[in-house]
C-alpha cells in the first residue's frame, strides 16, 4: 500500500521580533511619519518614469485609446498595484504577529475609474470628485495555518490598517506648486 504525504509549504517569513520593535516605536511615538519621495520625468507622449531611491525607475505610460504606447501599465494601474502591494506588506504583517503563517496570498484588484474630464484639456466639465476611481474591489486568496475566521479577520484589520487604502479612501490635503 502506498502512502501519500501532503507537504505544505509556507511563504518566505518577516523578522516577528524586528515587527515587535517596530510596533514599540510607533506605540511610543503615534504621530511619527516618513516622507516618501518620487522624482518623475516625462519621457515623451504620456510616457514617465518615476526614479525612488536607488531602484530601476517605475515607468508609467497610457494605453493606445488614450494616445499612449501602451508599454508598460497605466498611472491608474500603478496606483491599484501600489494598494495590492500595501494591503500584502499588511495582511503579512498582522498575520506574523498573531502567529500565523501564510501559504499562499494573492489579491486581485479592479477600479472603475473616470476621466471624461479629459485631463483638463477640453473634457467634460467635472467636479473633483467626480473624476479618479469611482469604486475599487479587492478580492484576497489567502491560506495559512489558521481557520478561514481568522484569516478574513487578518485581511479586514490590515485593510483597516493599510496607509495605501486609507489615502484611497480619505481626503487628504493635496498641493501642487510649480518651480523654475
Known amino acids: 500500500m502506498t ?6 509549504s509556507y511563504l518566505r517569513p518577516i523578522d516577528r521580533e524586528a ?3 517596530f510596533a514599540a516605536v ?8 516618513g516622507t516618501n519621495k518620487v522624482h518623475t520625468v516625462l519621457k515623451g507622449q504620456f ?14 505610460d497610457e494605453p493606445l485609446h488614450l494616445m499612449g504606447e501602451n508599454t508598460v501599465p497605466a498611472p491608474g494601474e500603478i496606483a491599484l498595484s501600489a494598494l495590492g502591494g500595501c494591503l500584502c506588506v499588511g495582511i503579512t504583517a498582522v498575520a506574523t504577529h498573531r502567529g500565523i503563517r501564510l501559504s499562499r496570498l494573492e489579491i486581485f484588484l479592479e477600479g472603475d475609474i473616470g476621466n471624461t474630464a479629459a485631463w483638463g484639456a477640453g473634457g467634460a466639465d467635472r467636479q473633483a470628485s467626480q473624476m479618479g476611481f469611482q469604486d475599487i474591489r479587492v478580492k484576497v486568496l489567502i491560506e495559512g495555518d489558521s481557520s478561514r475566521e481568522e484569516l478574513d479577520k487578518i485581511v479586514q484589520h490590515a485593510a483597516y490598517n493599510s496607509p495605501v487604502a486609507n489615502t484611497m479612501r480619505n481626503p487628504i490635503p493635496f498641493s501642487i506648486t510649480t518651480t523654475g
Open 3 to 8: 502512502t501519500i504525504e501532503t507537504v505544505q
Open 47 to 60: 510616457r514617465s518614469w518615476s526614479f525612488v531611491g536607488d531602484h530601476n525607475p517605475v515607468v508609467v
Open 19 to 21: 515587527l515587535q520593535a
Open 26 to 33: 510607533s506605540r511610543g511615538n503615534p504621530e511619527r511619519r
